[in-house]
Nanobody, 123 residues
Framework: QVQLLESGGGLVQAGGSLRLSCAAS????????MGWFRQTPGKEREFVAA????????YYANPVKGRFTISRDNTKNTVYLQMNSLKPEDTAVYYC????????????????WGKGTLVTVSS
């Protein structure tokens, strides 16, 4: 049974930073691409960032390019999302997800999801 457990969310002022972590268990972590998504009330879940099995290839949504960095440590079965220069519009529940196939930005390509961690950015 695959489990994904996010941590690191919280309240931060605009311009601040947070690092989210997602610890995975249940199958060989290094065999699967990972992604981060976010959702605010009343809106659809949206893609934030993704990386390949090795972490060498990364992809970002336009609103977070240059501010967020996705990385992974396959020895620790963990994927990270470093978020800098945070804005109030980044406020959301952030979810990590494990891809069903290769690296993807599509929600329906994700096979497993964590329960999410709340990030609140105050102005």
């Amino acid at each position: 049974q695959v489990q994904l457990l996010e941590s690191g969310g919280g309240l931060v002022q605009a311009g601040g930073s947070l690092r989210l972590s997602c610890a995975a268990s249940g199958r060989t972590f290094s065999s699967y691409a990972m992604g981060w998504f976010r959702q605010t009330p009343g809106k659809e879940r949206e893609f934030v960032a993704a990386n390949s099995r090795s972490g060498d290839n990364t992809y970002y949504a336009n609103p977070v390019k240059g501010r967020f960095t996705i990385s992974r440590d396959n020895t620790k079965n963990t994927v990270y999302l470093q978020m800098n220069s945070l804005k109030p519009e980044d406020t959301a529940v952030y979810y990590c997800a494990q891809s069903r196939w290769g690296t993807s930005t599509a929600i329906n390509s994700m096979e497993y999801w964590g329960k999410g961690t709340l990030v609140t950015v105050s102005s």
